[in-house]
């Protein structure tokens, strides 16, 4: 008896605390894939990531020069503008802080670009300050290439289109430029507890 129960009970969903889920989403224990184009499969001998735009010298790291930076695991939950949250995911990665920090700049905004050609925009105070990281981990597995593998954004406190997969490079911009989804009638800024989901919002 105990035994049955105790089976049911673990099928369920477990209790979610509501206060952790913004205003017009639900949790999801599934992780879905959202890319708005093929996924591309870049092996790490071919990848590198860069700081370009706005800087006194641009920097870029090999995959293995990356893999040396120190790292972080941080366990966040990330919200898709479709409505759907994940709570405690966990990655591992760079922070933007540890990154930043090797370029000389006074632009205040950038714009994130990846394989495949996808770009978010971001404000620089919005990924200072221990809020954003380049992950190449998943659950302390190698992140999948559907998810952004090898390496993408984690930019937890803001909608997970801002969270580019596929992330190649960061380019430092004195004004604002939309990407590829806020040129397309989202959000600018995409704070999912002030539900800005789109444009207006
Ligand atoms: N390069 C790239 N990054 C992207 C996207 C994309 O289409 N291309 N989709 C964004 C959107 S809209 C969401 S909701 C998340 C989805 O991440 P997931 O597929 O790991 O759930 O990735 C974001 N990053
Ligand atoms: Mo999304």
């Known amino acids: 008896m105990a035994r049955i129960s105790r089976r049911l009970r673990g099928r369920r969903r477990r209790e979610v605390d509501p206060a952790r889920v913004p205003p017009g989403q639900y949790v999801v224990d599934?992780?879905?894939?959202?890319?708005?184009?093929?996924?591309?499969?870049?092996?790490?001998?071919?990848?590198?990531?860069?700081?370009d735009g706005a800087v006194a010298e641009p920097i870029t790291w090999t995959w293995e020069q990356f893999r040396a930076m120190p790292s972080q695991t941080i366990t966040?939950?990330?919200?898709?503008?479709?409505?759907?949250?994940?709570?405690?995911?966990?990655?591992?990665?760079?922070?933007?802080?540890?990154?930043?920090?090797?370029?000389?700049?006074?632009?205040d905004h950038l714009t994130a670009w990846c394989d495949g050609g996808y770009t978010t925009n971001l404000a620089l105070e919005d990924v200072a300050g221990g809020k954003a990281w380049v992950v190449y981990e998943f659950g302390g597995e190698p992140l999948a290439a559907e998810h952004g593998g090898p390496a993408r954004l984690l930019v937890p406190d803001l909608y997970l289109w801002k969270s580019a997969k596929w992330v190649r490079g960061l380019t430092l911009t004195p004004q604002d430029e939309p990407g590829f989804w806020e040129a397309a009638g989202y959000h600018n800024h995409g704070d999912p507890w002030k539900e800005q989901r789109y444009s207006g919002d």
């Open 30 to 51: 599934d992780f879905p894939v959202l890319s708005a184009g093929p996924t591309p499969r870049t092996a790490p001998e071919q990848w590198s990531f860069q700081i």
């Open 76 to 107: 966040v939950d990330i919200h898709c503008v479709t409505k759907w949250s994940k709570l405690d995911t966990a990655w591992t990665g760079v922070s933007l802080d540890a990154l930043l920090e090797r370029v000389e700049t006074e632009a």
